[in-house]
């Protein structure tokens, strides 16, 4: 199991607390109540398994606040897992994980699931820009009675030639 | 015989976040603790002819150093004036601050706010601290001879590599921020 995608930053509803365990090393652990896809499992040839990550999102919201993001883990083949490996290797966010036609659509189809499928995302939405610590917490402070006097106009400060040597 | 698993340290021994430093030697991501600021008022007016007397409010904050340790090698001419970073602790966010948040402070630890940096806890004995967030939109620049006498006045808390050069990546990446007068119409947007 490849631990990186506990960093993949990807989006979601929150479903169940402990789905926010991104670091668990089977995916019966994590998910006993998925059935399907297990059953998807079970049609791969042996020794092509892979987990991949599935992003799902808030529909309620339809933009995707970080502090909500959850992964959900599969077993699947590589041709199964379409655009997910690159989500994994590059550990930004995709919107679209799940190809159209591939197993993991009879997942998606059961109305229980369907909300799990992901939004379109903003990139403004993974950074924000603008969060600041705009009031300073209250640091001791004081005043002090100063006389400034001219010292002159700034110089440059000399550079050594690092060709010289 | 089955091997006993232990539980993995939060911060392994051979990574450590902080060492102890004494002495004036100054690097990149030295912390010096309650050190002065000092804030000239804003209508401060200066004369080359004469000397002004003036009032200059002054307070105490917690620093980190952000200018590159091979400016500040002693003997070695380097910067005149050190570049430092207001650092908080986590315990200051008080009173509906969006920090004071614990999902707040876990974008702020993935890096999803670009203002702000996590610092680890120090568990070093004598000098333990909180969790602290540096705020790269409080700058201040010091004499370098100003805050060597500083530095040299107790032990203090270093950020190691590479969690340095993760701090410095940061602040590389805020400060050289691009907001576009015209940005390009988003793909994904509903058309109307």
Same mark, same amino acid.
């Given at each position: 199991?490849?631990?990186?995608l506990? !960093?993949?930053?990807?989006?979601?509803?929150? =479903?169940?607390?402990?789905?926010?365990?991104?670091?668990?090393?089977?995916?019966?652990?994590?998910?006993? *109540?998925?059935?399907?896809?297990?059953?998807?499992?079970?049609? &791969?040839?042996?020794?092509?398994?892979?987990?991949?990550? %599935?992003?799902? +999102?808030?529909?309620?919201?339809?933009?995707?606040?970080?502090?909500? /993001?959850?992964? &959900?883990?599969?077993?699947?083949a590589?041709?199964? %897992?379409?655009?997910?490996?690159?989500?994994?290797a590059?550990?930004?966010?995709?919107?679209?994980?799940?190809?159209?036609?591939?197993?993991?659509?009879a997942?998606?189809?059961?109305?229980?699931?369907?909300? #799990?499928?992901? @939004?379109?995302? *903003?990139?403004?939405?993974?950074?924000?820009?603008?969060?600041?610590?705009?009031?300073?917490?209250?640091?001791p @402070?004081?005043t002090?009675?100063?006389? =400034?006097?001219?010292?002159?106009?700034?110089?440059?400060?000399?550079?050594?030639?690092?060709?010289?040597? | $015989?089955?091997?006993?698993?232990?539980?993995?340290?939060?911060?392994?021994?051979?990574?450590?976040?902080? /060492?102890?430093?004494?002495?004036? !030697?100054?690097?990149?991501g030295?912390?010096l !603790? @309650?050190?002065?600021v000092?804030?000239p008022?804003?209508?401060?007016?200066?004369?080359?002819?004469?000397?002004?007397? +003036?009032?200059?409010?002054?307070?105490?904050?917690?620093?980190?150093?952000m200018?590159?340790?091979?400016?500040?090698?002693? /003997?070695?001419? /380097?910067?005149?004036?050190?570049? #430092?970073? +207001?650092?908080?602790?986590?315990?200051?966010?008080?009173?509906?601050?969006?920090?004071?948040?614990?999902?707040?402070?876990?974008n702020?630890?993935?890096g999803r706010?670009?203002?702000?940096?996590?610092?680890?806890?120090?568990?070093?004995?004598? #000098? !333990?601290?909180?969790?602290?967030?540096? *705020?790269?939109q409080?700058?201040?620049?010091?004499?370098?001879?100003?805050?060597?006498?500083?530095?040299? $006045?107790?032990?203090?808390?270093?950020?190691?590599?590479?969690?340095?050069e993760?701090?410095?990546?940061? =602040?590389?990446?805020? =400060?050289?921020?691009?907001?576009?007068?015209?940005?390009?119409?988003?793909f994904?947007?509903?058309?109307?």
């Amino acid at each position: 199991m490849s631990t990186e995608l506990a !960093e993949t930053p990807i989006m979601g509803r929150r =479903f169940r607390p402990r789905w926010a365990t991104t670091t668990a090393t089977t995916t019966q652990n994590e998910f006993p *109540d998925i059935s399907v896809a297990s059953q998807v499992t079970q049609s &791969l040839v042996e020794g092509t398994r892979t987990y991949v990550a %599935v992003a799902y +999102a808030r529909q309620k919201l339809h933009s995707l606040p970080p502090s909500v /993001g959850r992964l &959900l883990l599969f077993e699947g083949a590589p041709e199964q %897992v379409g655009h997910v490996e690159d989500a994994i290797a590059t550990s930004t966010l995709v919107p679209y994980l799940l190809a159209a036609n591939s197993a993991w659509s009879a997942l998606f189809s059961h109305s229980q699931y369907r909300s #799990l499928l992901p @939004s379109v995302l *903003d990139g403004d939405e993974i950074l924000n820009w603008d969060a600041a610590i705009e009031v300073a917490p209250e640091r001791p @402070s004081g005043t002090l009675l100063v006389t =400034f006097k001219y010292a002159g106009r700034g110089r440059p400060t000399p550079v050594e030639n690092p060709w010289d040597d | $015989m089955r091997q006993q698993r232990l539980p993995a340290p939060a911060y392994p021994q051979a990574y450590p976040w902080f /060492g102890v430093i004494e002495g004036d !030697e100054l690097e990149q991501g030295d912390i010096l !603790e @309650s050190c002065p600021v000092f804030l000239p008022p804003p209508d401060l007016d200066v004369h080359a002819e004469r000397p002004v007397n +003036a009032t200059l409010q002054w307070k105490e904050q917690d620093l980190i150093v952000m200018s590159q340790s091979c400016d500040l090698v002693k /003997g070695r001419r /380097g910067v005149e004036d050190v570049l #430092l970073c +207001a650092i908080w602790k986590r315990s200051e966010f008080t009173g509906g601050h969006f920090l004071e948040k614990d999902s707040e402070m876990e974008n702020a630890r993935k890096g999803r706010f670009p203002a702000v940096h996590v610092l680890a806890a120090s568990t070093i004995a004598g #000098l !333990e601290r909180e969790v602290r967030v540096v *705020d790269f939109q409080r700058v201040y620049s010091l004499p370098v001879g100003f805050l060597r006498r500083r530095a040299g $006045m107790a032990r203090r808390l270093r950020l190691l590599p590479p969690y340095r050069e993760h701090l410095s990546q940061s =602040f590389a990446r805020f =400060f050289m921020r691009v907001g576009l007068p015209i940005d390009i119409p988003s793909f994904t947007a509903k058309k109307k």
